[in-house]
T-cell receptor, first 118, second 120 residues
Framework: EAQVTQNPRYLITVTGKKLTVTCSQNMNHEYMSWYRQDPGLGLRQIYYSMNVEVTDKGDVPEGYKVSRKEKRNFPLILESPSPNQTSLYFC?????????????????FGSGTQLSVL | AQTVTQSQPEMSVQEAETVTLSCTYDTSESDYYLFWYKQPPSRQMILVIRQEAYKQQNATENRFSVNFQKAAKSFSLKISDSQLGDAAMYFCAYRPPRKGRGSTLGRLYFGRGTQLTVWP
């Protein structure tokens, strides 16, 4: 089944303890992206990647790192989490970064990771 | 910065009735895409409908249709014959024109969402 898999689904941690949220897709997609969703703010893009070893900042990259060593994986790394990073995180992928109307441009989302930083 | 505005944090509708969710956006471009996504309590993000700015005809997907007013930069979603399963958070999203790597390619901007309640 074609899907974007995020792990974990829920995570509670403490300030300063490094963590990684994994994202993997099995559709050979070139484009991958991370978003955070906060009440009243909608979804905001953190980082995105056009292909292996190619990453760019979105609107809210501060406090996050990403890597794209393999096409299928795009982990989100919080080196020193803080309470303001408590949020719902989504990974998404697409065959094409154009994200338009063609079938190969559709964006597929993971199921989300609810992160709480105490 | 791109701006997508959803002015209705919450909306409600009676089952079988029609409801319209509003969305406005700010851009000086002419070639872009607009989307409506649905997020039910399961948190899954589901694409409801999309509209290419070049196309004047409003997009329609079964009970879902849009009113795209390019000059007014407005992109409202109409849900006809509302069903209980339509209850969800709805997000409007804007995809700017493709301008190559390092610019706007790969960018997608979301509004703050409208929580829709459907009453039986």
């Amino acid at each position: 089944e074609a899907q974007v898999t995020q792990n974990p689904r829920y995570l509670i941690t403490v300030t300063g303890k490094k963590l990684t949220v994994t994202c993997s897709q099995n559709m050979n997609h070139e484009y991958m992206s991370w978003y955070r969703q906060d009440p009243g703010l909608g979804l905001r893009q953190i980082y995105y990647s056009m292909n292996v070893e190619v990453t760019d900042k979105g609107d809210v990259p501060e406090g996050y790192k990403v890597s794209r060593k393999e096409k299928r994986n795009f982990p989100l790394i919080l080196e020193s989490p803080s309470p303001n990073q408590t949020s719902l995180y989504f990974c998404a992928s697409s065959l094409s970064p154009r994200l338009g109307g063609a079938p190969n441009e559709k964006l597929f989302f993971g199921s989300g990771t609810q992160l709480s930083v105490l | 910065a791109q701006t997508v505005t959803q002015s209705q944090p919450e909306m409600s509708v009676q089952e079988a009735e029609t409801v319209t969710l509003s969305c406005t956006y700010d851009t000086s471009e002419s070639d872009y895409y607009l989307f409506w996504y649905k997020q039910p309590p399961s948190r899954q993000m589901i694409l409801v409908i999309r509209q290419e700015a070049y196309k004047q005809q409003n997009a329609t997907e079964n009970r879902f249709s849009v009113n795209f007013q390019k000059a007014a930069k407005s992109f409202s979603l109409k849900i006809s014959d509302s069903q209980l399963g339509d209850a969800a958070m709805y997000f409007c999203a804007y995809r700017p024109p493709r301008k190559g790597r390092g610019s706007t390619l790969g960018r997608l901007y979301f509004g703050r969402g409208t929580q829709l309640t459907v009453w039986p």
